[in-house]
């Protein structure tokens, strides 16, 4: 038995540093042990290293020695995500809630797995469960993790989101010590230390490599503190050379994490993730630099005591929403999110996306757990308005696809008339997006890099006004965009504006086609095709602005002084 036990230890140390591989070595000469915490553990690390098919056996083995053991339905419905067998794990994550019917965390996978397989049948009726439980909740309880990214894609109260932010934030800090106190002094270069997972070929990279590249480099001074992939892409070449130093932490646990943080003397740690898959952000529960930031990753609170700022604008994070933060609000005087001016668009032909010529082609490039039936309501009354439109739609998996054609024949809507994509290469996905007409945004969660690759391939986006971060980021980037009659006030007036638009599209292309056959000069074709850059990408504009608004952040931090809101615009605070 202590065997066991010295096993066990050594497996969750090595799982806690995030070596699963290294777990797995230790687990399986054992996998006949009849453990239900030894075959989870293996279960988990199997998964959590690339072997997810492997996984599913010590899951199930350990569910037949503890029928009720939470954790190896948690994992063993993360596992079945992960091999599309979405419907599956939403059956497991129900099975959570009926096992902890008083849990945030079991009434929030439960929501947010049946939102990924688009199966809406309980929709109220888990928004109802979930917003009970996260009440009844003692505001001081940290004893599970809540699941803030489930709630901010669902209808929720920008209270309810803070509140699980805490409860998320204390549950996963517990027991990680803060390092001795260092103070903030008056220096001539500022070094920022950036943490996230995400520096290789992933969204959050390609948002914010422009901006790391155009920066100051004789006032500030950057430190990636990776503990993702090294996957060699171009992308992560560009973001190694827009650096002083990328330090891979992927073997460190939080703790060891924040040690080296500080050991580097990072002035500034800036947190990519927040509150999303693979986060690690409760490293700065340590408090390894003087001054802590949220940035990018996730649309709301962190709930965390230990994070000084949020980086927001006027419009995702308006200061009259500073009660719903932990953090205090930082806005930038553009919107929040870069982008890269250096990326060319070529549009891929339609004949070569299964896309009808004559066809009105509305994008939906958001993932299926964006999509809520009020959502798609609207879409489909679009689609009984404009006859010649067709939705292409993000695939979600083919039970997800089917689950939505079946939604939209339930709606009178032939199902042929959608069309789904394949996930691809990020370079490929921008590229195919200048076939659409207009894109479709999704509400109460906006699309975030999904609204800015849209308008980057030229296409333009229509999104519904919502309340809080995660509602309003695709009218931050419209209004950047000047494009603010995108940006509507009630379903009624979005689907009037999708509708005129598209009508305007075909209008238009028809005009062109015109246009074209008239051209000879296929190279001057081509060139007209490609969609320009827009104007408001401006990465050193960006880059001027962050760097400000970090200097006035070290500034109060040498003066002695607290955390406090700093108003785009002002420099006072």
């Not at 503890?66 to 339905?73: C, F, H, M, S, T």
């Not at 917003?131 to 001081?140: C, E, F, L, N, T």
Request: aromatic share 6%; with cysteine.
């Amino acid at each position: 038995m202590d065997a066991l036990k010295d096993l066990l230890r050594n497996a969750l140390h090595e799982m806690g540093r995030g070596r699963y591989a290294e777990a797995v070595a230790l687990l399986e000469p054992h996998a006949q042990v009849a453990s239900s915490e030894l075959q989870r553990y293996l279960g988990e690390s199997l998964r959590r290293s690339g072997r997810v098919q492997d996984a599913i056996g010590p899951l199930m083995q350990a569910l037949a020695l503890k029928i009720d053991d939470v954790d190896a339905y948690l994992q063993l419905a993360f596992a079945l995500q992960s091999l599309q067998m979405k419907a599956e794990a939403a059956e497991c994550f129900r099975t959570v809630a009926a096992l902890r019917p008083d849990s945030v965390m079991a009434q929030a996978y439960q929501a947010h797995g049946d939102q990924q397989c688009a199966r809406w049948l309980d929709f109220d009726e888990n928004l109802r469960a979930l917003h009970a439980v996260i009440r009844a909740k003692p505001d001081d309880a940290d004893d599970e993790f809540g699941v803030p990214f489930a709630l901010a894609t669902l209808p929720h109260a920008a209270a309810d989101l803070l509140k699980v932010a805490r409860l998320s934030t204390r549950f996963l800090s517990r027991g990680i010590a803060a390092l001795p106190p260092v103070t903030a002094i008056a220096k001539p270069k500022l070094r920022i230390g950036y943490l996230s997972s995400d520096f290789h070929a992933h969204a959050t990279a390609a948002l914010m490599v422009e901006v790391l590249e155009c920066r100051d480099r004789e006032r500030f001074e950057v430190l990636l503190f990776s503990h993702g992939p090294d996957d060699g892409s171009p992308l992560q070449q560009r973001l190694r050379a827009s650096c002083e130093r990328f330090i891979d932490v992927g073997d460190l646990d939080p703790a060891g994490i924040a040690a080296r943080m500080r050991a580097e003397g990072v002035d500034i740690a800036v947190d990519l993730k927040g509150h999303t898959a693979g986060s690690r952000f409760i490293a700065l529960a340590a408090r390894p630099a003087p001054v802590q930031v949220a940035w990018l990753g996730f649309p709301g609170t962190c709930g965390a005591d230990f994070i000084d700022y949020v980086i927001g604008d006027a419009i995702v994070t308006p200061l009259a929403d500073a009660p719903f933060y932990a953090e205090r609000i930082a806005q930038l005087p553009r919107c929040y999110q870069p982008g890269d001016a250096t990326r060319r668009i070529v549009p891929t032909p339609r004949a070569e996306l299964d896309l009808p010529d004559d066809a009105i082609v509305l994008l939906s490039a958001n993932v299926v757990l964006k999509i809520t039936p009020t959502v798609f309501d609207a879409w489909m009354t679009i689609l009984h308005r404009l006859p010649q439109a067709l939705l292409w739609q993000l695939s979600g998996g083919e039970q997800a696809d089917a689950q939505l054609r079946a939604e939209a024949a339930s709606r009178g809507i032939a199902p042929e008339r959608i069309v789904f994509m394949p996930p691809v290469g990020m370079a490929e996905h921008w590229n195919r997006l200048a076939a659409a007409d207009v894109a479709l945004d999704t509400w109460p969660c906006n699309g975030h890099t999904t609204t800015s690759d849209a308008l980057a391939a030229g296409v333009p986006v229509v999104t519904l006004r919502g309340d809080g971060f995660a509602s309003r980021v695709a009218e931050s980037l419209l209004v950047q965009a000047g494009l603010f009659g995108l940006v509507c006030d009630t379903p009624e007036a979005y689907v009037d504006k999708v509708c005129a638009l598209a009508s305007r599209a075909v209008q238009a292309d028809q005009a062109d086609q015109a246009d074209q056959a008239d051209q000879a000069d296929q190279a001057d074709q081509a060139a007209r095709a490609t969609p320009a850059i827009p104007a408001w990408i401006d990465s050193t504009a960006f880059a001027r602005d962050l760097e400000a608004l970090y200097e006035r952040m070290w500034t109060r931090a040498v003066a002695g002084l607290p955390p406090e809101a700093l108003q785009a615009g002002r420099s006072g605070n």
